[in-house]
């Protein structure tokens, strides 16, 4: 018990959360592979946060001007074995603990041998370095039927291109490979023995056909492999089957637990803030973004900007994706040396003409135009154009990226009421938040609770665990609600955007 006692983290006693003594049961374990950390977080019945158990492991992605976008997978697989000896290796949570579950960032690779060691490093969603492949695809495929048939279109962070740009640049790799994982299949596989694919990472990576549920027999003989090479899909509410109980004997609280297949962390940022209906959108902001809306049906068409995820048989998650939020933040800090507290009070600054117009694409653009080798444009800097001018036209830019997946949204789910807004760039920024208001023209309501994403991991399996079981809701922070004056600039600032991304992206 000794060598588990840390000291708590500054978010340990907020007001959502409850003791250990006080919890109710089932508790559920969840585990979160993001872009900068790996991070677990046990939660009970009612969705609510267990104080003092939880932990993180930072950790980040391995790039190149080249478009690489890499990780270490047995890193990965060290640091969750390390977060469940640290969190659940304790007597007090024997029995407790109903299920076990495990998110990352999507369209993640590793190829695997017959042992099941990595072969490849874990490919990421941002690695852009198959951007020929995805020339090439997009010549021989009708990219608006691969999207309504698989609810996505074709791109750099899926696995179609990725799989063709390995079998053409690295044959002995792909060849070595007798089987292809994300990376949550891997740490599973390590660690359990055996691994599936949740249907919420089947879907993102592009190979899922949307309407049957099962990998794509056309996308599969596009991108060069075999149903075989690929891992069983299962719902959210099936748990794995023969996990090796030798292996999970290790945690002692985790003696009864169920251990679930891993799910795209953006489906549980989404549940975890509240967006679980159709009347809400989500929208994230950490490295990378999303505005999302979980629908309980199949849209017969899919608007050409976005994807639509299969989450199970009655539910999909609509949205678009952006590849540079906080990662643009992050590239201001450091290029103009502008800390958080300067640039939050950037954002907060009146409204200015003199503003540059900035696309913020630097790492290639998702949502709407699919353009994975676009790169930033700042527009309209003079002399007079200093490094606080820029961030502001960065930070405006990434408004209006939201706005143009926000403006499709509406055309596939009319019933819209409000946007939850969450994500660690909110809480260093809150500021932006008004633009982002002013900028949509809709009031955006801040929902600042840690480990979202983790929660909404919590609260899908406790679908199954505990249904029956009321959940708990945290109070959001605030409302940011467009302010009149403000509008009218900002559809200036739009107008110049689309023409912006019109002369240099739209063909990229």
């Given at each position: 018990m000794g060598k588990?006692?840390?000291?708590?983290?500054?978010?340990?006693?907020?007001?959502?959360?409850?003791?250990?003594?006080?919890?109710?049961?089932?508790?559920?374990?969840?585990?979160?592979?993001?872009?900068?950390?790996?991070?677990?977080?046990?939660?009970?019945?009612?969705?609510?946060?267990?104080?003092?158990?939880?932990?993180?492991?930072?950790?980040?992605?391995?790039?190149?001007?080249?478009?690489?976008?890499?990780?270490?997978?047995?890193?990965?697989?060290?640091?969750?074995?390390?977060?469940?000896d640290r969190v659940c290796d304790r007597a007090e949570l024997a029995g407790r603990?109903?299920?076990?579950?495990?998110?990352?960032?999507?369209?993640?690779?590793?190829?695997?041998?017959?042992?099941?060691?990595?072969?490849?490093?874990?490919?990421?969603?941002?690695?852009?370095r198959c951007a020929p492949q995805l020339a090439e695809l997009r010549e021989e495929l009708d990219e608006l039927e691969v999207q309504q048939k698989m609810g996505a279109r074709l791109h750099t962070s899926y696995l179609a291109p990725r799989f063709r740009w390995l079998r053409e640049t690295r044959p002995e790799d792909f060849e070595a490979a007798e089987?292809?994982?994300?990376?949550g299949e891997y740490v599973w596989l390590r660690l359990l023995g055996t691994t599936a694919a949740g249907t919420a990472t089947a879907a993102w990576t592009g190979l899922l056909n949307r309407r049957s549920g099962n990998w794509d027999p056309r996308m599969l003989r596009i991108a060069g492999i075999t149903e075989e090479k690929l891992s069983p899909i299962l719902e959210p509410h099936e748990s794995l089957p023969d996990v090796d109980p030798e292996r999970t004997a290790r945690w002692q609280g985790l003696s009864e637990a169920r251990w679930f297949a891993p799910v795209a962390d953006g489906l549980c940022a989404n549940i975890g803030v509240g967006g679980t209906d159709e009347r809400t959108i989500v929208a994230s902001a950490a490295t990378s973004g999303a505005m999302r809306v979980l629908l309980h049906h199949r849209p017969q068409d899919i608007p050409p900007g976005l994807w639509c995820y299969r989450i199970d048989s009655s539910r999909c998650l609509l949205g678009g994706a952006l590849n540079d939020v906080g990662r643009a933040v992050s590239w201001l800090q450091g290029t103009f040396a502008l800390d958080t507290e300067v640039l939050n009070g950037i954002a907060a600054a009146p409204v200015s003409s003199e503003t540059p117009g900035v696309l913020p694409f630097l790492t290639g653009e998702r949502s709407t135009g699919w353009a994975g080798s676009a790169r930033a444009v700042f527009s309209d800097v003079s002399a007079a154009t200093d490094c606080r001018a820029m961030a502001r036209g960065m930070l405006e830019g990434i408004a209006g990226s939201y706005r143009r997946v926000a403006d499709e949204l509406e055309q596939a789910a009319p019933h819209v009421e409000r946007v939850i807004a969450a994500g660690r760039v909110t809480q260093e920024l809150p500021s932006w938040l008004q633009i982002l208001g002013d900028y949509l023209e809709t009031p955006v309501i801040?929902?600042?609770?840690?480990?979202?994403?983790?929660?909404?991991?919590a609260l899908l399996?406790?679908?199954?665990?505990?249904?029956?079981?009321?959940?708990?809701?945290?109070?959001?922070?605030?409302?940011?609600?467009?302010?009149?004056?403000?509008?009218?600039?900002y559809r200036g600032v739009h107008r110049r955007f689309e023409h912006l991304y019109g002369a240099t992206v739209a063909e990229a």
């Open positions: 588990h006692k840390k000291t708590p983290r500054p978010d340990d006693h907020a007001g959502f959360a409850v003791d250990l003594e006080d919890a109710r049961d089932p508790l559920v374990m969840t585990l979160d592979i993001g872009s900068t950390a790996t991070r677990g977080s046990l939660y009970d019945a009612t969705g609510t946060p267990v104080r003092h158990y939880r932990d993180k492991v930072e950790h980040s992605f391995t790039t190149a001007g080249d478009g690489t976008s890499v990780m270490d997978p047995d890193r990965v697989v060290e640091e969750i074995a390390q977060i469940l603990v109903g299920g076990v579950g495990l998110d990352s960032f999507a369209s993640s690779l590793v190829g695997v041998d017959a042992q099941g060691n990595a072969v490849t490093e874990c490919f990421t969603y941002a690695d852009s089987r292809w994982l994300s990376i801040h929902q600042t609770m840690k480990r979202s994403t983790c929660r909404g991991n399996m406790l679908e199954s665990l505990a249904p029956d079981v009321e959940r708990a809701d945290p109070e959001p922070a605030g409302t940011y609600s467009p302010r009149e004056a403000a509008q009218e600039h």
